[in-house]
């Protein structure tokens, strides 16, 4: 399973200065939204083996993170402890991400593109 967000909404000008505005403010919310890297993320459906290392096709063309949204179902009741593989090389970086879970598992993965800065929680600069 995998499934993409992304808010579009059109504008159509009715010449009503209130719904006009209203319109404009639901377009701006909706771009608020879409720039958040959360918002533009895909959800994908995983079985792991335990203790193997897994490519999982994300396909959202940049490097990504991810976290488990639904864990230990389809029969398999142990707890999802998924984490990178040490090994990611071999494969596109900006589709793909190899992961390893500790116990046989399936779980519902959220990808979201990986943040191009990072903050220096000390001085509060990007880095």
């Known amino acids: 399973m995998m499934a993409a967000t992304k808010f579009t909404l059109k504008r159509e000008y009715t010449g009503d200065r209130q ?7 639901r377009n701006d919310i909706a771009g608020s939204l ?4 959360f ?10 083996t335990a203790l193997t290392a897994k490519v999982i096709t994300h396909s959202l063309g940049a490097p990504a993170a991810c ?5 230990s179902y389809g029969g398999l009741q142990n707890a999802a402890q998924i ?16 992961l390893v879970a500790a116990q046989s598992c399936t779980v519902d ?3 979201y593109p990986r943040a191009s800065k990072q903050i220096d929680t000390a001085t509060g600069q990007s880095t």
């Not at 719904?19 to 403010?25: C, E, F, I």
């Not at 879409?34 to 890297?37: G, I, Q, T, V």
């Open 19 to 25: 719904l006009d505005s209203m319109q404009q403010a």
């Open 34 to 37: 879409n720039n958040c890297p």
């Open 39 to 48: 918002v533009q993320g895909v959800l994908v459906s995983v079985s792991f």
């Open 67 to 71: 976290f488990v949204v639904r864990e």
């Open 83 to 98: 984490s990178e593989s040490a090994d990611q090389s071999g494969f596109d970086v900006n589709n793909q991400l190899r």
């Open 109 to 111: 993965l959220w990808f």
